[in-house]
């Protein structure tokens, strides 16, 4: 077992490394000699920024009841409209049963521990539902939580006191944690939003071939550079002050080929059109009834932890989760701005890791290079949105998993300078 002493000088290391990695990032992005790797694919871009913590306390994130880690378990947005009712797209729901989602409100981090999570009751697909192959229609399905929250408040749905609040032309909103490929993630950690005018029905018709339902709604730019994309399907289009408070006048559904491209909007299930049926659904039960205070359990600390107060951090940089991550990721970093440079120190018996790593290597997705006599995996997640690179290895008994590095060359400097 190490001392902790020693750990955190690793971790001052770490954080030492990255501030200089994210340096070069942010200013002067290098080539990786002799690798290959497309240029940064920034045909697709999103427009979407952090959003302001808090300002979006609907915002709700459907998660895998099997994964623990909200993050790597959320599968798509959803919003909380009443204190135990949660909307959402019937196409997140399609293979789900009550027993397979858990729903997470209340949070804007996800690998933070904010907010509640909650087991799902019912789960209510509108039944005229057509899925995507089938044309898709009615994409737009009720989750009845186990218990009223008290994390979080309930968002307002477009009523006739609000009519106007989906009238094209108007600066709507959507967040989720779903892909923002112009800066090449996957799904984030933080909420991310980004504003989106409502499209007049026509111009969308244009731009998707006639495939615009009237349940149906569409925003976005014509010139591109501002929409939602994968993973913040279910997740609320909304209108922040409309008469004074948010009302969500859609829900996040599909688009075109990528996400913020030109003339292909992003299409969102039309909330007007399903007043009637949502309210049918929650007036059958106690919705309205007070939500029941529940004291969140604090979470297990476990003697591994990083304390993070023992943690000096360099600026720009935070820790944002020191718990015992099913039992092995002790820390997780990273920067102010949310760029996505990860270093994940795990504490746990990797006797086995070479094995494991040979295994990977084969696979093709990655290659064990030696640094300093330390095998190392290095894999390259470089895709369409540019490039990006992973290394796993062990130092001291530790592993440690350098996630989204933008230049092999510099990866590779990252864990020659660690192992030392
Ligand atoms: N269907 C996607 C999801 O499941 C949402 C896609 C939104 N795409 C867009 N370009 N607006 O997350």
Redesign the pocket.
Known sequence: MKTMAKRTAILLTLLLLMLSASLVINHAPSVASGQAFQQSGLDER?GKTPAQSGAQPWMAVLVDVGEPNVREGQ???ASLIAPQWILT?A??VEDQSPTSVDVVVGRYQLTSDQGERIGAKRIIPHPGYVN?QDGQANDIALIELNRPTAAGRPISLIDAANAAADDPGVLAR?A?W??VPEKGLDVTDKLYSVDVPVVPQQACQVAHDGDIQADELCA?LPQGGA?????????PLFVPAAGGKAVQIGI?????D????PQ?????TRLTEYEHWIKTQIDGTNADSAPTVRPTSPSPSDSASIDPAETALPAGYSLIDAQNDQGERVAYFETRDGDYVDVSVFDADYSSLAEWMAEEGDEAIGQITQARDVPVLIEDGSDRHGAFWYATFVVDGQLIFIDGVLSYDELLAAVISLIN
Not at 227 to 235: A, L, R, V, Y
Not at 264 to 268: A, M, N, Q
């Open positions: 999103t599968f798509c947005g797209a196409h997140c995507e959507i989720g779903g892909r976005g929409d939602s994309c994968e993973g913040d399907s279910g997740g996040t559904s599909w688009g075109g990528g996400c913020g491209l292909s909007y992003g299409v969102y």
